[in-house]
């Protein structure tokens, strides 16, 4: 009985000894804020005192870059929450009626504070924090290996994302290297622009587009090579090549010959009252029965385009081969050798197809195949004579077979 009261009293006095902080608080006038040195613990900014009338929260650690709100102070000592002035790396001054807020030292690890008011001015160091990572400055784009080339100009060798740059400075005859070379630029040769002459002196940038570019001057004849530093290879812009135009046949008949990772194409126009046009490719490379014109070796890296002009049997057959694939592209397809030609394929040489071809001509063959057969013109120039007497046996053996058929049935039904 004894221990349980002993226990009350104890909880009872424990609780009340919790208690009255609690209350103590509850009914406690709220103090004025003083205006002292300390440190803000909502925004760990160090408060400083301008003056009577202003005082500044400033940050600065190495993980926060420096910066200072400035803020006035009521007649009660109280702070008002509206921010009069505030300035960082980025915005390091400020004037407002006439006080001018100027954070210097800015991109260090020790800034500072200044004040300017009625003449005179007051420093505020910040907390010392971390150094700004310097930013590249306009001297590093252009910066390089400066040599020198003669008559009072150095070559500032460049090759960096931008790639390969010589830049032709004026520096004077005195220059030696070590000196500065940021003086007048008087040219710059890039992959864009190859060649310059200056100064009496003939600058060309060789092996432009590959990792390796070298710088050659040349002057009364004789020629020195400056190295660039390494880089990278030019990344071709288009893998299409440039346009070849060449004349087919008469009445302004032209193709326009390309060549793209999906193999060559001919963009083929007539000019004049039966205007048309006709493009061939890897898909579909021969043109119409009545006219030769075709791609020879159409999956190949060299296609040539192959045509026949009108105006007889004599008239030989023409050939343009295809602009070559730009540097640095490739192929979309497998690319195979030269093909030899067949009445399946279609696809015949280069030595095949110069073979005078007579252009609308029927060849009504014999045999078998004399029954009203007739092949096209463009089957009769890709197809010899073993093909042709192959496919007369062929037809022979079906139309043999066909009359024994016909000839069993007559007899059943006799």
């Known amino acids: 009985m004894r221990t349980a009261l ?47 009338h202003l005082v500044a929260d400033m940050v600065n650690s190495a993980t926060e870059a420096p910066s200072v709100k400035i803020f006035i102070v009521n007649e009660d000592g109280t702070t008002r929450p509206k921010t009069l002035a505030s300035l960082d790396r980025g915005h390091t001054k400020q004037s407002v009626q006439g006080t001018v807020f100027t954070l210097t030292k800015a991109e260090t690890a020790e800034p500072v504070l200044t004040v300017f008011e009625n003449g005179v001015t007051t420093s505020f160091p910040l907390p010392k924090g971390k150094a700004a990572t310097p930013a590249p400055s306009e001297n590093d784009r252009y910066a390089g290996q400066a040599v020198s080339i003669g008559n009072g100009m150095v070559a500032v060798l460049r090759n960096k994302a931008e790639g390969p740059e010589a830049w032709i400075r004026a520096v004077g005859p005195q220059w030696k290297p070590g000196d500065n070379y940021m003086s007048r630029v008087l040219t710059m040769l890039n992959r864009q622009q190859t060649s310059a002459a200056v100064g009496g002196v003939s600058l060309k940038l060789t092996k432009a587009d590959t990792a390796e570019p070298v710088l050659v001057v040349t002057e009364g004849g004789a020629s020195k090579s400056y190295p660039l530093p390494k880089g990278k290879a030019a990344t071709p812009s288009s893998c299409v090549s440039e346009v070849k135009h060449v004349t087919v046949g008469a009445g302004g008949m032209t193709a326009d010959l390309t060549m793209s990772p999906k193999g060559p194409k001919a963009f083929v126009h007539a000019e004049g009252p039966g205007d048309w046009t006709l493009t061939l490719d890897r898909s579909h490379p021969k043109g119409p029965d009545s006219y030769y014109l075709r791609i020879i070796n159409p999956n190949s890296a060299q296609p040539v385009l192959n045509w026949k002009t009108q105006g007889g049997e004599n008239v030989p057959v023409k050939t343009a081969s295809f602009p070559a694939l730009p540097k640095g592209c490739t192929f979309e397809y497998k690319v195979t050798e030269e093909q030899t030609g067949s009445a399946t394929t279609g696809v015949t040489t280069q030595t095949q197809a110069q073979t005078p071809v007579q252009a609308q001509t029927a060849v009504v063959p014999k045999g078998a195949v004399a029954a009203g057969a007739e092949l096209p013109v463009e089957t009769v120039a890709d197809t010899d004579d073993s093909t042709t007497l192959a496919a007369g046996a062929g037809l022979f053996a079906i139309v043999a077979a066909l009359g024994a058929s016909v000839l069993r049935r007559r007899r059943n039904h006799g």
């Open 6 to 52: 002993r226990t009350s009293i104890v909880t009872a006095a424990l609780a009340g000894a919790m208690l009255v902080p609690a209350a103590g608080s509850a009914f406690a006038a709220p103090a004025p804020q003083a205006v002292t040195s300390t440190k803000a613990a909502a925004s760990q900014a160090e408060r400083v005192v301008i003056n009577k």
